[in-house]
């Protein structure tokens, strides 16, 4: 399973006027198991999940989520903002193994 897990992507628009609102998505690839699985083998799967996604606007918090397990595989999260300013929007995501990847977006404000 490891070697299809990460490859972070952040879609959002690259310039929009001040005060516009922009839809920010995201896409990560993991498996996020539960580790109450077995495989076909009868041998349990390890759990293997998302925990934290922090996001941030020029290093000014946006975002702060902590998943669980209840989250889908490869786990899809959009979200909207005004753009005020122009600058870099960062993703990090952790997982449960000590795992990290980060993405980011610029946005040009006119």
Same mark, same amino acid.
């Given at each position: 399973?490891?070697?299809? %897990?990460? *490859? #972070? +992507?952040?879609?959002?628009?690259?310039?929009? /006027?001040? &005060?516009?609102?922009?839809?920010?998505?995201?896409? %990560?690839? *993991? #498996? +996020?198991?539960?580790?109450?699985?077995?495989? /076909?083998? &009868?041998?349990?799967?390890?759990?293997?999940?998302?925990?934290?996604?922090?996001?941030?606007?020029?290093?000014?918090?946006?975002?702060?989520?902590?998943?669980?397990?209840?989250?889908?595989?490869?786990?899809?999260?959009?979200?909207?903002?005004?753009?005020?300013?122009?600058?870099?929007?960062?993703?990090?995501?952790?997982?449960?193994?000590?795992?990290?990847?980060?993405?980011?977006?610029?946005?040009?404000?006119?």
């Amino acid at each position: 399973m490891a070697e299809n %897990i990460g *490859n #972070p +992507m952040i879609r959002m628009a690259n310039s929009a /006027k001040k &005060g516009e609102v922009v839809e920010v998505r995201s896409l %990560i690839m *993991n #498996p +996020m198991t539960t580790g109450l699985t077995k495989d /076909k083998e &009868g041998k349990p799967i390890p759990a293997h999940f998302i925990q934290t996604v922090s996001v941030t606007f020029d290093n000014a918090k946006l975002l702060d989520i902590d998943w669980s397990t209840a989250v889908s595989a490869n786990p899809y999260l959009a979200f909207k903002m005004r753009a005020e300013k122009s600058g870099t929007l960062k993703m990090v995501w952790k997982d449960n193994q000590n795992g990290v990847w980060s993405a980011e977006s610029k946005l040009t404000v006119s």
